[in-house]
Each structure stands twice: as structure tokens, then as C-alpha cells.
């Protein structure tokens, strides 16, 4: 703990390998009572039962993205026709849910809050992927769903880094 608070308190835990540093993470945690929420709105697209799922082109039997069902409901996503052209808003939403029927708790929320880089090949035009560098979660509600809406938009590309953000929405 680094610090610890009337209503919020903040730790830091680090992983480490062979002596090393190998993941740092921090976390800020607490509510405060007598505020009123306020949620961003969820972008207007078709539920998962109107979306066709599509593999991700490294959905390779056992990896982490065949684990997933995907269902592109706005941009283009990148698995099956190849993308040409870049995006006009580097925006894609996409349905996903885990294959084998998981709960979508608080640590599978922190697995696909990292699929911002399937919104790369929209936003760029081509095929194109990375590794996440700094992620930060923030957890706002957290309510059963069986489908989470993943609202990713690349923000800027330059010099072969990718900035994006991703927003989880339930069904409803």
C-alpha cells in the first residue's frame, strides 16, 4: 500500500522472474458515497445475434484469441477479406465472449480491455498488430453479461506506435 485514504487507497504490487522486474502494477481503489454516475453511452450497433463472427487472423488453435468469440459490429475487423483501406474514424466495436463459458468477472474484463490492437489493421488500412505496452484498467460497474461490446479507437499511429483506448460495454 502507498497510500491509504479516507475513501480511496493506492497499491502497488510487482511481479518479478529470476530477481527481475518483470510486471509493475499499480491500482487505485475506493468509492466515494453521494455522487451521481455518469456512464459514456454505448456506441449504436447491432447486438451479437445480429453480428457473424469472424476469427482473428492469429486464432491459431490454443491461443488466446481462439478463446474468444468475436463478432465485428462496426469497422472492419482483421480476419477473413483482407483491409485496404484506412478507417475515417480508427473506430471498430466488436462482440466478445469467452468460448468456454467463463464469467465475465474482473480478470476477464482485464483480458479483453487488452484487444486494442485488433483495431490497428481498420484504423491503418492493412494488416497490422503489436504488443501492449502500458495499459491501464479502470473498472466503473461491473454487471453479468454474457456479451461484452469492446469499443476500440485508435487515436494516433507514429513511428510504429500505436495509441489506443478501449471501452467495455455490457448487452444493456
Partial sequence: VMTEGGASTEARATITGDGREVLPATAAMGERDGWHDHWPMMPDVPGPEACAEARHWRALEGTLNSRFEHRPALGRYPGGTPITERSDTGRLA?????????????????????????GISNAIGRGGGGNSLDNT????????????????????????????????????
Avoid at 94 to 118: K, T, Y
Avoid at 151 to 161: F, K, L, N, T, Y
Fill in 137 to 172: 484498467v479502470r473498472y466503473c460497474r461491473i454487471v453479468p453479461t454474457d456479451w461484452v461490446l469492446c469499443d476500440i479507437q485508435i487515436e494516433a499511429v507514429a513511428s510504429g506506435i500505436v495509441h489506443g483506448a478501449i471501452r467495455l460495454f455490457a448487452e444493456d
Fill in 94 to 118: 466488436m462482440w466478445v465472449r469467452p468460448r468456454e463459458g467463463q464469467a465475465i468477472d474482473r480478470m476477464m474484463l482485464a483480458v479483453m480491455a487488452d484487444f486494442v490492437p485488433s
